[in-house]
């Protein structure tokens, strides 16, 4: 398949040293030890799907993983529509699989038990973070109105429409706005925090196990692994392609700007697909203008090839 | 150690990435609220130049939108508390527009379901606080969703319904059977309902004799019908009761409160006599007073008069009609000149003659065919009707979804969740009397099974009328489907 492969590659290069394929054994080797140091993309579970919520880590694994995944919850800007949605980054098993074995990720884990302590000093501190931030919008605020009140003033002075009597009153507003200005509770401006905010239920050492996947692995699971590795490690995106009646869709570049072109199918290499289905998968494939892609690992080693097919609906003619 | 210590620091500072700083929240308010278009795709990346810009604008739009954090007035915020013992949250101040659609009260609070709370939150209304501290959206996905509560995938459902505009909330499968049985109106079910009213009014009534089968009836007649005065002619044949419906049906009570199939005994009905020179003596039995509507009463009823208002005036014939008369009479013979026919007792029997004569028609038939083993399954002549002859020849009875759909047992991993109204109904909508919904969601994924018929007669069952939704998620996106029952016609005009 021609494809090329694009610049995000060129991140884990840079930190692995060795090939996309090599990455998977844990030897400790330079790249590994650098790795490490970086920090991590948190994964969290809900019901054993894998959520990523910083916008830090959502675009650091676009970049330097090719991870795209779908965003499903409500978009902060407007909430109240359904054309685009917002974080938490919904990623598919085989995305998380793979940033786990990669070490760029780690399941976060909610910690319930937190001792007394800590926790009354963390409401000490949301308490005074608010309380600061009040203080701060005040000053704001109040230079704020000032800044008006001189834009105002100014623009009179330059129409010269005012006389001596309206620039005075317009000089006691001022001193009285410096004097008297308070900014009500209620019209300070708060955060609604989307991911883990630093003050939280979390206690200071997140725990990272990187081992620690619940999900295990069957059969089928472990086939669509090995192809969304492969197709991942040629360049290619990948999404999920329920909808289609397949795998994943393809795409040779970023989904944001790219159709894709192809459904990949998963099988395992000794799988019977009956006539009926190859029918129906390669009739769904040409109303979409895709092509479709039978893929099978083949059994040779845990690093084994992939094998592709693609179905063409032709004629005789 | 020291790798730890570097963690430590690394999370700290992620961990206050994310928070605006005092003037960042101040001037928030002056943030665009538009959502940038996106454009067209392109079909192949040629690594051209113009595409590498086009694509980092789209990423760059992209990641200012993703990025942007949740910014509210305070006095715009409701506050409220999670209670995890009861999986509710508790409104600390009071609640905004949100409460015409969603919430209900308990314990003199208001309280939201945890769905509800967790939309809120997202939409921007609700603060959420556990022991003190506000919790954060993520933290509100990893408490409030969970398989006692709703799963992430309902939630999904959820969010995208009430973005929409829908009004959605927890369907109850408890609420459903009481409607059941204030609906039914049939007079077989208000017997079962009145099955302890039964046999007091028995004790009141003596037996009556039924002239056909001998058999005492029970009868639920009330008692103001036997002080009625008798004719002066003690032989007044009393016509039997006419209540072989309720009688049928009282012997067949069914347990589920549904109303039973009404199986009327053909043997039971009769036919008044009342053209006879004995109809002069029979008397018409009261209706029951089950059929009458209010209260109405209706006595019995003496032929006698009537029939002395009956075939009072000569009738008169034109030339013509005397002429169609006689054609009438030359080919057609009256029914009740058929001496057989005039045998006949009731329905059942005329019914029996009917098919007798048709059988006796059709008695010649091939030996080829009816010889052998297998034998045709129906005559020449035999049926009237297309849906007769159908009837006659299917193998397989067409059947309904409901049938017999209360004797299965209860699914463990197919439920419907939610109830949906339709969104122009929202400025009308009273959480008391929701009125009956749109339909109703039941929340599957694509990993899963396909429902089989026998998951799709337990949901409709406990849906009763209204139609059922299949969400299925995947991995965002969400499809509806819903099945729909069609019966093959199977008579022809």
């Known amino acids: 398949m021609d494809c090329e492969r694009p610049a995000e590659d060129h991140g884990t290069r840079q930190n692995g040293g060795a090939g996309e394929g090599g990455e998977a054994a844990g030897a400790e080797s330079e790249g590994d030890r650098e790795r490490s140091r970086e920090p991590r993309v948190n994964i969290s579970l809900v019901g054993g799907t894998p959520l990523l919520w910083r916008a830090g880590d959502i675009r650091r694994v676009r970049e330097e993983d090719g991870v795209v995944g779908a965003l499903v919850g409500s978009l902060a800007r407007q909430p109240r529509q359904n054309v685009r949605l917002g974080r938490p980054l919904e990623i598919l098993q085989e995305e998380a699989s793979l940033l786990l074995e990669r070490g760029r990720a780690a399941v976060q884990h909610t910690h319930n038990q937190e001792d007394e302590e800590s926790h009354v000093k963390a409401v000490e501190a949301y308490q005074s973070r608010l309380e600061h931030s009040y203080e701060e919008q005040c000053v704001l605020a109040l230079e704020d109105k000032k800044a008006v009140l001189q834009r105002v003033m100014n623009a009179k002075q330059n129409d010269h429409t005012c006389d001596e009597g309206t620039e005075q009153a317009m000089r006691e507003r001022l001193s009285s706005l410096q004097k008297g200005f308070t900014l009500p509770r209620s019209a300070m401006a708060v955060q609604l925090c989307t991911a883990r905010a630093g003050f939280g239920h979390c206690p200071e050492e997140a725990a990272f196990l990187a081992a620690d996947w619940p999900m295990p692995r069957d059969e089928r699971s472990e086939t669509r692994f090995r192809v969304y590795r492969d197709l991942r490690g040629r360049g290619f995106y990948l999404t999920a392609a329920g909808k289609f009646g397949g795998d994943y869709l393809v795409y040779p570049g970023d989904p944001l700007r790219f159709h894709a072109h192809f459904i990949a199918l998963c099988l395992s290499m000794v799988e019977q697909l009956p006539l009926c289905d190859v029918l129906a998968v390669a009739r769904l494939g040409s109303n979409v203008k895709k092509t479709v892609l039978l893929c099978s690992p083949r059994d040779s080693g845990v690093e084994g090839e992939v094998v592709y097919s693609s179905l063409q609906w032709s004629g005789m003619v | ?493």
């Open chain 2, 1 to 493: 150690m020291a790798t730890k210590q570097a963690h430590a620091e690394a999370a700290r500072a992620e961990r206050s990435e994310e928070l605006l700083s005092p003037s960042e929240l101040f001037h928030a308010r002056s943030r665009s609220h538009k959502i940038p278009v996106r454009g067209q795709k392109e079909f192949l990346p040629t690594g051209s130049e113009q595409q590498k810009t086009h694509l980092q604008k789209s990423l760059q739009e992209h990641w200012t939108l993703v990025a942007e954090e949740r910014v509210e007035r305070l006095g715009n915020l409701v506050n409220a508390e999670w209670i995890p013992e009861e999986k509710l949250v508790k409104l600390q101040s009071p609640a905004g527009k949100f409460w015409q659609t969603m919430g209900f009260s308990h314990c003199g609070k208001q309280c939201l379901l945890p769905e509800e709370a967790l939309y809120l939150m997202e939409c921007g209304n609700v603060q959420v606080f556990y022991q003190d501290l506000p919790l954060s959206i993520q933290e509100g996905y990893e408490r409030f969703l969970s398989p006692e509560t709703v799963t992430l995938h309902q939630y999904q459902v959820f969010g995208h319904l009430k973005r929409l505009g829908y009004v959605v909330n927890r369907f109850d499968p408890r609420q459903n059977k009481q409607l059941k049985r204030k609906r039914s109106h049939s007079p077989g079910s208000r017997s079962c309902e009145k099955q302890t009213s039964i046999p007091q009014e028995d004790t009141a009534v003596g037996p009556c004799e039924d002239v056909l089968t001998g058999e005492p009836h029970q009868t639920i007649q009330s008692k103001k019908e036997q002080d009625e005065p008798m004719d002066s002619g003690s032989h007044v044949d009393r016509a039997p009761e006419r209540n072989w419906w309720t009688a049928a049906s009282s012997q067949s009570r069914s347990m589920t409160g549904l109303p039973a199939a009404l199986p009327w005994d053909f043997r039971l009905i009769s036919f008044p006599d009342l053209g006879s020179s004995r109809a002069a003596r029979t008397c018409l039995a009261a209706p029951d007073p089950e059929l009458l509507p209010g209260a109405l009463q209706v006595g019995e009823c003496k032929m006698a008069s009537w029939l002395t208002k009956l075939n009072l005036k000569e009738e008169k014939l034109s030339r013509r009609e005397r002429e169609r008369q006689r054609e009438r009479d030359r080919y057609k013979r009256s029914v009740n000149d058929d001496r057989e026919v005039r045998r006949c007792t009731n329905w059942a029997e005329y019914l029996e003659l009917m098919k007798k004569r048709r059988r006796q028609r059709c008695k010649e038939r091939p030996a080829h065919l009816w010889e052998k083993d297998v034998t045709p399954l129906s005559q020449p002549g035999l049926c009237t009707s297309h849906r007769e002859l159908l009837e006659e020849v299917s193998i397989i009875q067409s059947s309904h979804l409901l049938e017999e759909a209360s004797k299965l047992p209860q699914l463990d991993q197919w439920r419907i969740i939610f109830n949906v109204y339709q969104p122009d109904t929202v400025a009308d909508f009273k959480k008391s009397h929701p009125g009956n919904p749109y339909t109703r969601m039941c929340v599957c994924s694509f990993d899963g099974p396909v429902p089989d018929l026998r998951v799709m007669k337990q949901l409709s069952f406990q849906s009763a009328d209204i139609p059922v939704t299949f969400a299925v998620v995947d991995h965002g996106d969400i499809s509806f489907y819903c099945f729909k029952e069609f019966k093959l016609p199977s008579d022809f005009y």
